[in-house]
């Protein structure tokens, strides 16, 4: 197998806009968290950082498997989440505040991974090519 490293994200928060003056704390407090899938990659990295905090909503969190759901409703108040950046700017909309963590930056990587063939080489950079900045 080859890897190759197609791009490092930054996680943040995104809650609505309205509950910008409250600390991360205090939002977890008042609005549910919403998990995506704590089965996924991503998933278990969120899901080990919420375990670590103390708020009623992110013990108990609705847990859901698609980032578009998740962030319609975010859109609407419904609760909160912890995504990687460009997956809440993509479906964000203007209701939205986006924020990051306190303390260190969690991040996630994005790999390709591919078999040592040569028949999909010409494949691999195309698609690698896709997530240069």
Do not use: W
Not at 53 to 78: F, Q, R, W, Y
Not at 100 to 107: A, I, Q, S, V, Y
């Amino acid at each position: 197998m080859q890897y190759k490293t197609l791009r490092e994200e930054t996680l943040h928060y995104a809650s609505p806009k309205a509950l910008a003056h409250l600390s991360q704390e205090e939002i977890a407090d008042t609005l549910p968290f919403l998990q995506f899938n704590p089965g996924s990659g991503i998933g278990k990295l969120i899901a080990n950082h919420v375990r670590n905090l103390t708020s009623k909503s992110s013990k108990h969190p609705i847990v859901l498997d698609s980032v578009e759901a998740i962030m319609e409703c975010v859109n609407k108040g419904i609760g909160y989440t912890l995504l990687a950046e460009p997956d809440i700017r993509r479906y964000a909309n203007s209701t939205v505040n986006v924020s990051l963590p306190e303390g260190d930056p969690l991040t996630r990587k994005l790999v390709l991974a591919t078999l040592d063939r040569n028949d999909k080489a010409d494949f691999a950079l195309k698609l690698a090519e896709l997530f240069e900045e």
